[in-house]
C-alpha cells in the first residue's frame, strides 16, 4: 500500500513534467496536473484549519472548486479560487451554483504566483513540491496566523506545525491511496533584539533580549541587568510567543515566564515571575530595538 502510494504521488509529481505548460504559466514555473482532492481529504483539510465564517479560503490551483466550496457550504467562509484552465474554472462555478454558495465565493482565471493573497487567513494547496518551495517566501510575508494547508506535499525544512496521513478510497479516480495533510501557521518575525523593563523585587530589571529564528522555531538569550542567561522551551505560533529563562533577582534565581503577542515592532502580554521570595504576574511589553538581518 505504502510503495502504491508512493508509485502514485511520483506519477502526480512526474506527471507535471510530460503536462505542457498551460498558456499563462511562465516557463521557469513546472506545471502541476489536475487531480482532484478526494472529498473525505477536503474536509479533513478544513478541520485542520479550524476555518469559520470569519475566514477568507484561497485554493491556489482549485480544479472544480470542491476545497472553497465545501468551505462555504459547511462553514460560511468566504473565499476564492484560481486556475490557469477555463475549463476548471467553468467547472468550479458550476460547483458553487450548485451548492448555492455564489455569494460566497468567486474563481478567477490567473496564475497563482500572479494573485493577491494578502486577504488570505486561510490558504489551501495541492500543487508540487517544487510550486511549494516557489511560493514559500511570498507565504512566509502573510500576516502571522495565516493557515497553509497543503495535500500531499511538504515545505522541505520548514517542517509543519500539524501533519496527518489518512486514507482515500476515491484518490486517483479510484486508485485509492493515502493522503497526507501538511498545515503551518505563518509565523511573526520576531528575530532581532528586543528591550523590555519589570519591576521586580522592588527594583526595576531591565531586560534586553536577542532572538534567533527560523521559521516558526525560535532561541536566543536574555541580558539581564547586564548579565546573560540562556532563553529555554520558546514556542511561537502565528503572533503568539512565550519563552522562559532563569535570572537572579535580588541574589536569588528566579524563574521568568514571558507570553505575549508579537505586534510589528512590540510584543505585549504577561511576564510570570516564580522564584525567591517571588511569585507575581504582571504586564509585559519588549520594544524591537534592532530587527534582525
Ligand atoms: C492537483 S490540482 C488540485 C485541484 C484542487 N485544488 C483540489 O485540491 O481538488 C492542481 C490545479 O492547479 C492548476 N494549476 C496549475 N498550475 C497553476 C498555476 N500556475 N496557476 C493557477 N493554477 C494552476 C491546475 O490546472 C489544476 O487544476
Given at each position: 500500500m505504502q510503495l502504491a502510494m508512493r508509485m502514485l504521488k511520483g506519477m502526480m509529481a512526474g506527471a507535471a513534467l510530460l503536462v505542457c505548460m498551460p498558456?499563462?504559466?511562465?516557463?521557469?514555473q513546472p506545471s502541476v496536473p489536475y487531480v482532484p482532492t478526494p472529498q473525505a481529504v477536503v474536509e479533513r483539510m478544513l478541520t485542520m484549519a479550524k476555518v469559520t465564517a470569519a475566514d477568507y479560503l484561497i485554493d491556489l490551483g482549485?480544479?472544480?472548486g470542491r476545497i472553497v466550496v465545501t468551505a462555504a457550504r459547511k462553514y460560511g467562509t468566504r473565499g476564492f479560487g484560481v486556475d490557469l484552465n477555463p475549463v476548471r474554472i467553468d467547472e468550479a462555478n458550476e460547483n458553487a451554483r450548485k451548492n448555492r454558495v455564489t455569494d460566497k465565493v468567486a474563481f478567477y482565471q490567473r496564475n497563482l504566483f500572479d494573485?493577491?493573497?494578502?486577504?488570505?487567513?486561510v490558504i489551501t494547496m495541492y500543487l508540487l513540491p517544487r510550486v511549494n518551495l516557489q511560493l514559500r517566501p511570498k507565504l512566509l510575508d502573510l500576516k502571522p496566523g495565516t493557515r497553509l494547508v497543503s495535500h500531499d506535499f511538504d515545505m522541505d525544512d520548514w517542517k509543519a506545525d500539524e501533519h496527518v496521513r489518512m486514507g482515500a478510497n476515491d484518490k486517483f479516480s479510484g486508485a485509492g491511496g493515502d493522503s497526507d495533510i501538511y498545515l503551518w501557521i505563518v509565523p511573526a518575525k520576531v528575530a532581532g533584539s528586543w528591550r523590555s523593563q519589570l519591576t521586580a523585587g522592588g527594583k526595576p530589571q531591565a531586560y534586553e533580549i536577542q532572538l534567533e529564528q527560523k521559521f516558526q522555531s525560535v532561541g536566543g538569550n536574555v541580558r539581564v541587568n547586564g548579565r546573560p542567561t540562556q532563553i529555554q522551551g520558546a514556542k511561537l505560533r502565528g503572533a503568539e510567543l512565550s519563552f522562559s529563562f532563569i535570572a537572579e533577582v535580588n541574589g536569588a534565581p528566579v524563574k521568568h515566564e514571558f507570553s505575549g503577542r508579537v505586534d510589528g515592532g512590540r510584543i505585549s502580554g504577561e511576564a510570570a515571575l516564580s522564584g525567591g521570595r517571588l511569585a507575581s504576574r504582571m504586564e509585559w511589553i519588549a520594544e524591537r530595538t534592532e530587527a534582525a538581518r
Open positions: 498558456a499563462h504559466a511562465a516557463s521557469d482549485s480544479g472544480d494573485t493577491d493573497l494578502s486577504q488570505a487567513t
